[in-house]
């Protein structure tokens, strides 16, 4: 059973940071590209952020390019996006994901519960 468990949201000021971590149980992501995606209220869900199978080019939205990172630790099994120049268009419920094929926004197998951001 592939579950991914997202956290570290809340609520900030803007200007302020945040670090959000995704786990993946059921799969290694040193075997995927993994993404960040994020959904606002009466939004659609758009990607965010992607990284390629063991942490090597990642690629962005336009709107967040130059303050949010995404990275991944392999060890730990685990994708983090840090956050940084929070703006108030960047609250939304953020999930991550497997995507494939790298380097898009296609998302594939389960999605967790996601984790709230908050900036105001």
């Known amino acids: 059973h592939v579950q991914l468990v997202e956290s570290g949201g809340g609520s900030v000021r803007a200007g302020g940071s945040l670090r959000l971590s995704c786990a993946p149980f059921?799969?290694?992501?040193?075997?995927?590209?993994m993404a960040w995606f994020r959904q606002a209220p009466g939004k659609e869900r758009e990607g965010v952020a992607g990284i390629y199978t063991g942490g090597g080019s990642t690629y962005y939205t336009d709107s967040v390019k130059g303050r949010f990172t995404i990275s991944q630790d392999n060890a730990k099994n685990t994708v983090y996006l840090q956050m940084n120049s929070l703006k108030p268009e960047d609250a939304a419920m953020y999930y991550c994901?497997?995507?494939?094929?790298?380097?898009?926004?296609?998302?594939?197998?389960?999605w967790g519960q996601g984790t709230q951001v908050t900036v105001s």
């Open positions: 059921g799969y290694s992501i040193s075997n995927f590209c």
């Open positions: 994901a497997a995507v494939r094929p790298c380097g898009t926004w296609r998302p594939f197998g389960s």
